[in-house]
C-alpha cells in the first residue's frame, strides 16, 4: 500500500487564525494544538505561556483537591490501576515504540495505544515522540531541552513543558510517524481525549454511587481521584528526565549523565535504567541484566507471545560484554 510522504501533507495551520490577543491565541490552541503562533519560536527559552498551561494546573489542583475528600479501598485500587495501565502505555509505546521504533505493531494497535498514551496527559504521541528524539540527539549538552546538568533540577522536571518554545510539536522529527492521518489527527486535537474522559469519569463514578454505594464514590469523587492518579503518573514520569539524570550509578561511560536507578526502575516500569537506555536506546529492553526488573518489557514479552507486538529487538551482546568488561 502506498503511503503519502510527509511533502505531500498539509502543513500545521499557521499563526494569526489562532486570535488577535495573546490570551486569545492560548485558548484557542488548548483545542487546536496545531495552530503555530510565531512568537513561540521568537520567545525567550524560559518564557512560560500562562494561559495555555491553566489546564495542566488545574489537574493539579483538582489531584490536591482529591487528598481532602474520603477514600475507599476501590478509589485507591481504582487510580493505583489507571496509573499502571496509562504507564505502560506511555513507557512502552511513548517511549519504546513511537520515539525509538524498538518494536513492531499493526496499525490498530498502534492506534490504541496511542489513545491509551494520550490519556495520560502527556500531550499527544507525536509531540513526545519528537521532544524525545531531541533530548538523545543532544542530551545534557547545550540543545538538550531538559536536561538537570545545562538546567536546573526544576527546570528539567517540569519547567520545560510549560515553556512556550516547546510548545509546538516538531514534526519535522517524527516523520515515520507523520505518515499515518489518525496519529496526526490525535496529537492535534490532543485535548478531545481529557474533554472526553473527564465526563467519562463523572459517568461512572454517578453509575457506581446509584448501583454500588458500598464502593464509596460518586462522579465528582472519581474525577478528582482520577487526577491525582494522572498529577502521580506526570510527576514520576518527569523524574526520569530530572532524577535518572542525576541520581544512582552509570555502569555505561555514556556521553551524557544517565544513571541507572532502582526505585525510579520500580514505578516507572523499567525507565529508571536510564543509563543502559542512553547507551542502547534501539533495544526494547532497558533492564540489561536479569535482576534488572523492567516490568513494561516483560508485558511487552507477553504481548509479543498473544501476536499482538513484534520483532522486540534484543541488547547486543557486545554491549553486554562492554558492561562486564567495564
Ligand atoms: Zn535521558
Ligand atoms: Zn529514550
Redesign the pocket.
Known sequence: MSRPHVADLPPPAVGAQAGDGKGGASLFRWLDSWVVDPRDEAADPHEVDWVRVVPFLAIHVAGVAALFTTWSPFVVLFAVGFYAVRMFAITAFYHRYFSHRTFQVSRPVQFLFALLGATAVQRGPLWWAAHHRE?HRH?DAEGDIHSPVVESFWWSHVGWILARRNFRTKTELVPDLMRFPELRFLDRYDSLVPLLMIPGLYGLGAALEAWAPGLGTSGLHLVLWGCLSTVVLYHVTFCI?SM??RLGSRPYETKDR?RNNLILALLTFGEGW?NNH?RYPASARQGFLWWELDLSYATLRVMQGLGLVSGLRPVPARILDERRSA
Open positions: 533530548h542530551s528526565n535518572a539524570h544517565s536510564h542512553h
